[in-house]
C-alpha cells in the first residue's frame, strides 16, 4: 500500500509501565484508510491520534454498521517486535465483515497497515514482564443516511495501546456467574462475529456477576439455556476426567485464535481434546462429584484465564483445588513464551514487525 504519514509533532508523555491497567492509553497516531462503492479501498495514512468525525446521520450511529478485531504485538527477547497470527486476525474480520455486507481487505494490506503503526510508534511497545501493545483494528460505515439500507462508504481504523494485564486476578482464578436470564447470541444471529453488539448486549449480566460478586459470565445457548457457549470475552475449556471438553464452534460462539492455538497444543501433547456441546447440568455434575479438574478462558486479551469457581443453579462450586491448574498453567507458559520469543515457535505463529 501506498501510506501517507503525517507525524504527531506534540507526542503525548509515556503513561508508567508497570501501571498500565488495560486500554486506558493510547500511542500517538492511528491508522485510517476509506471505502467507496466503485472505488475500493483508498487514501491509505498514519495520522495523529485523535477525534473522528461524522455526521449525526452516520450509519453506525443508528443502525450498528461495524466491527472489530483485537491482537497484540510484544517487545521480544532478542529485541525483536513480533505480533501473534495476525493473518488470523485479518481472516476473521473478513468473515465478520461478510456477515454485516461489509467490504473484505485483502489480509496483507491488513497487516502492513498495522505493521507501518507499530514502526513509527514502537516507542511505545512496552517492555516489562507480562506487558503487550493491544492492537484495534475496526471497521465502520460513517455514511450519512437514516434509512435502513446497504451502505457504501466505511472506513478502516487502527488503534493501539500499551497494556498489562486484563483481568486484576492476573493468573489468580477468577470466578464465573453462570447467566440463565439473559441471551448474548443465538443460533443464526451474530455471535460468531466480532461486532460491538454481541458485548453491549452482554454489559446487564456482566453487571448483574459484578453485583453478586463474580468476575466473569458464563453464558449459554439463546434457545434452551442449556448448552454452553463462552465465557464474557473468551472461549471456554474444562479438563473432565483427563479429557479436554470445549464447546464446538457454532454460529454463535466466536471462533477465537487462541482457542484454536490451545487445540493445537493440546494434541500435540497427546492430550484428548473434544469439540462437543457440553450442557450446564453435565458440567454442574462434574464439579460437584471431582470429575471437573480444571476451567479456563481463552483470549487475545488475557490468554489463559484459570477459573477456579463456578456459580451453578444458585450454588458456587470450586473447580479442584481452586488454583491454576497444570494443563493452564502449560498452555500460558507454552503461547506466552511464544508471544515473547522465548521458547521455540514451531508452528510459524510469531509475525517479525521489526
Keep these: 500500500m501506498d501510506i501517507r504519514i503525517e507525524k504527531n509533532p506534540n507526542p503525548n508523555p509515556k503513561p508508567d509501565w508497570n501501571n498500565l491497567g488495560f486500554g486506558d492509553y493510547f500511542t500517538d497516531h492511528m491508522f485510517l484508510m476509506d471505502y467507496e462503492t466503485g472505488k475500493g479501498w483508498h487514501d491509505a495514512r498514519i495520522v495523529p491520534y485523535g477525534l473522528l ?3 449525526p446521520s452516520a450509519m453506525v450511529l443508528h443502525y450498528a454498521v ?14 525483536k517486535i513480533r505480533m501473534f497470527r495476525p493473518h488470523g486476525n485479518a481472516a476473521r474480520l473478513n468473515r465478520s465483515g461478510a456477515r454485516f455486507c461489509m467490504p473484505p481487505i485483502p489480509e496483507e494490506d491488513f497487516v502492513e497497515a498495522i505493521c507501518s503503526l507499530i514502526k513509527i510508534d514502537q516507542s511505545w ?20 443516511n437514516v434509512g435502513v439500507r446497504l451502505p457504501d462508504i466505511f472506513k478502516f481504523v487502527v488503534i493501539t495501546s500499551p497494556v498489562g494485564a486484563y483481568y486484576k486476578e492476573g493468573l489468580n482464578p477468577v470466578s464465573i456467574y453462570v447467566e440463565d436470564e439473559y441471551v448474548r447470541a443465538s443460533k443464526g444471529g451474530t455471535g460468531s462475529a466480532k461486532y460491538g453488539g454481541n458485548y453491549a448486549a452482554a454489559l446487564i449480566a456482566q453487571r448483574k456477576a459484578r453485583d453478586l460478586g463474580f468476575t466473569q459470565v458464563l ?3 439463546g434457545a434452551e439455556r442449556k448448552y454452553i457457549e463462552e465465557v464474557g470475552t473468551m472461549n471456554v475449556m474444562f479438563k473432565i476426567k483427563g479429557e479436554i471438553v470445549t464447546p464446538e464452534l457454532g454460529d454463535s460462539i466466536l471462533p477465537g485464535i487462541t482457542r484454536d492455538s ?4 493440546l494434541r500435540s501433547w497427546g492430550l484428548t481434546v473434544t469439540e462437543r456441546q457440553i450442557s450446564i447440568d453435565e458440567l454442574y455434575a462434574a464439579a460437584k462429584n471431582g470429575d471437573l479438574e480444571e476451567a479456563y478462558g481463552t483470549g487475545t486479551a488475557a490468554v489463559i484465564s484459570p477459573i477456579g469457581l463456578f456459580s451453578i443453579h444458585g450454588e458456587k462450586l470450586q473447580v479442584g483445588d481452586g488454583k491454576i491448574g497444570p494443563v493452564a498453567q502449560r498452555l500460558y507458559d507454552t503461547i506466552t513464551g511464544i508471544q515473547w520469543g522465548k521458547t521455540p515457535d514451531p508452528y510459524g505463529w510469531s509475525f517479525e514487525v521489526l
Excluded: H, N
Design 53 to 55: 468525525s461524522m455526521e
Design 66 to 79: 461495524e466491527i472489530f478485531e483485537g491482537l497484540k504485538a510484544y517487545a521480544c527477547a532478542d529485541g
Design 125 to 144: 511497545v512496552p517492555r516489562e514482564d507480562g506487558t503487550s501493545l493491544y492492537i484495534r483494528p475496526f471497521m465502520y460505515s460513517d455514511q450519512s
Design 219 to 221: 453464558w449459554l445457548d
Design 262 to 265: 490451545c487445540i493445537q497444543l
